[in-house]
């Protein structure tokens, strides 16, 4: 490469490093505008704390959760550690049954006509209605979390490598038919990786869907997890402390959407969408 | 592997006669495709197969690749009734069809690892990469590659196995006109080294004309072949002086004719 290539690099890569910047500094100036006017407006509108309580004071539940040993029994260390556990469990358990049935549902006709009908009813149904029902019959311990987890993640599974599957370029295929490849070389070295785009889009939503079915079922009894925080928080009107739980949640939420893209990229880096 | 007999005197390495194909759309309507084609190609000949688009040029090769069936007559290669994909016959379609994540060696030894003879040791895949100009690019990604050199990754993963017949559907057509003529070059060469039996589908009549030993013209659909020019051109040829050989103009123009009165 000569050094003139190099250095129009690093102008370009000077550039959109300002660019950046000038983003994340736009961000926060937002963030604190919006904390500004909610303070402002909680003080001089008096608003009851019980209805909204102010940055400040949610800034003190969140303190008094996190600035804590990690096995403190009022800090928030024990409730992420349980939803998260359970979450994880259902996520992984609902993406393997996911990309199985979407791939058998992509593979073979038959397999689709027949279960191609109950998908739909199943995804047009509201799934956290399914609930109380799960808890009936896992009951109200870990074994029901994992369930309404794994359930909420096995559908954007399903959809998205039955989709990417059926997706898969006909040349590629067509190619792999002309060496003599078999049904099952076909899948796993082409039409497998071909969908990894779509996998793992449905990978994303499926590990937020699994926090989401952990905490409904949290509501429901549960003995910790954030779920429980929330609804013990709200017994007492802890309105403050409900928004401390659901800034953790967000961030839980955010932290895993990171993760996923982070493996994304490192496996489908041939991602053809984005070149 | 295949056995392979050897060939008779005077017999054909491709030999498809009276071949039909019809096709049925989804509205149950019947397309006739292909009608009463015969084409024989001879062990080592480089034909070309030029032709209006749609008239069923690309349906041909895939019936010669075993892709599709025929829906009549009688279609052989080295003399076994074709009945599927063989590993005599290596393909190049349109596009290069480079699996993006696998890395240029890994995507030409791909017909060493599939299939029910895979685990072959891939010998001379080396050798390909360098005739082919790709050596040192091994571990680049498609993407990292022009789109010549994918086209030229393509043609090394089609003779991995070591086939007899190349089977080429327009693989230079998506790529400019200067890449073009160097690639023609280079398949030339290749073709010259490996003495491979190749049939090539093309709608440049120029391209037909300076690659091939003999150049079929097919009709509007349904296909059937009008004329069959044989080009004598001494070779090696190049695009500094094979275009003004008075055979070339000629042949270039009686083609031409051939196709503007189909």
Redesign the interface.
């Known amino acids: 490469m000569s050094t003139l290539d190099s250095q129009e690099l690093t102008v370009e890569d000077a550039k959109r490093q300002r660019v950046r910047a000038r983003g994340l500094l736009l961000k926060l100036a937002g963030i604190a505008v919006l904390l500004a006017m909610w303070q402002a407006g909680v003080t001089f509108l008096d608003v009851p704390t019980y209805i909204l309580p102010a940055p400040m004071q949610v800034w003190a539940a969140l303190k008094s959760g996190l600035f804590v040993p990690l096995d403190s029994p009022t800090g928030f260390y024990i409730p992420i550690a349980g939803t998260l556990a359970n979450a994880a469990m259902g996520f992984v358990i609902g993406s393997i049954f996911g990309l199985l049935i979407g791939s058998l549902m992509a593979e073979f006709r038959s397999v689709e006509t027949v279960l191609m009908p109950y998908a739909f009813a199943l995804q047009t149904l509201p799934k956290v209605a399914i609930a109380p029902l799960i808890v009936i019959w896992f009951g109200f311990g870990n074994g029901s979390k994992i369930a309404m987890a794994a359930l909420l993640a096995f559908f954007p599974l399903m959809v998205n490598s039955f989709t990417g599957i059926r997706n898969t ?1 006909p ?2 295929i ?9 049904r099952l ?1 076909i899948y796993a ?2 039409k497998l ?1 071909s969908a ?1 785009p779509f996998i793992f889009a449905g990978l994303d939503m499926a590990a937020v869907y699994a926090l989401l079915g952990t905490i409904v079922a949290e509501f429901l009894g549960a003995q910790r997890g954030i779920g429980v925080t929330i609804v013990q928080a709200q017994a007492v009107t802890d309105v403050a402390g409900v928004f401390a739980a659901l800034i953790i949640l967000g961030a839980l939420g955010m932290g895993l959407h990171l993760i996923i893209r982070s493996i994304k990229r490192r496996i ?3 991602d ?1 969408r984005r ?1 | 592997m295949l056995s392979v007999p050897l060939l008779e005197k005077g017999e054909f390495l491709i030999a498809a006669s009276s071949v039909g194909k019809t096709y049925s759309t989804t509205s149950g309507e019947k397309v006739l495709a292909l009608e009463d084609l015969n084409v024989s190609i001879a062990d080592g000949e480089f034909v070309s197969l030029v032709g209006p688009s749609g008239c069923g040029k690309t349906t041909f090769l895939r019936i010669l690749a075993g892709l599709e069936p025929a829906s009549g007559g009688r279609l052989s290669i080295a003399g076994h009734v074709v009945s599927g994909p063989s590993p005599d016959v290596g393909v190049v379609f349109q596009s290069a069809t480079l699996l993006p994540w696998l890395t240029v060696a890994q995507n030409t030894t791909l017909p060493l690892r599939v299939g029910p003879a895979r685990d072959r040791a891939p010998t001379g895949v080396q050798a390909l990469l360098e005739m082919a100009g790709l050596t040192g690019f091994e571990n680049k990604y498609p993407y990292e590659l022009s789109g010549g050199m994918q086209q030229r990754a393509a043609i090394c993963r089609a003779l991995a196995r070591a086939p007899r017949i190349l089977l080429m559907d327009e693989p230079f057509g998506a790529l400019d006109a200067l890449t073009r003529e160097r690639l023609n070059v280079e398949l030339q060469r290749i073709w010259q080294v490996s003495r491979k039996t190749v049939l090539l589908i093309t709608h440049s009549i120029a391209e037909s004309v300076f690659l091939s030993d003999r150049v079929l013209v097919m009709s509007p659909r349904p296909g059937r072949i009008l004329a069959d020019f044989a080009v004598t051109l001494p070779r090696p040829r190049d695009f500094a002086s094979t275009p003004e050989h008075p055979d070339y103009l000629r042949l270039t123009k009686e083609i031409r004719s051939v196709l503007d009165r189909a």
Do not use: I, K, Y
Request: aromatic share 4%; hydrophobic share 35%; net charge negative.
């Open positions: 370029e040349e590629r067509d190619l792999m038919r002309s060496l003599s490849a078999s070389e070295r082409v990786p990894a489908v880096h041939w053809e070149r």
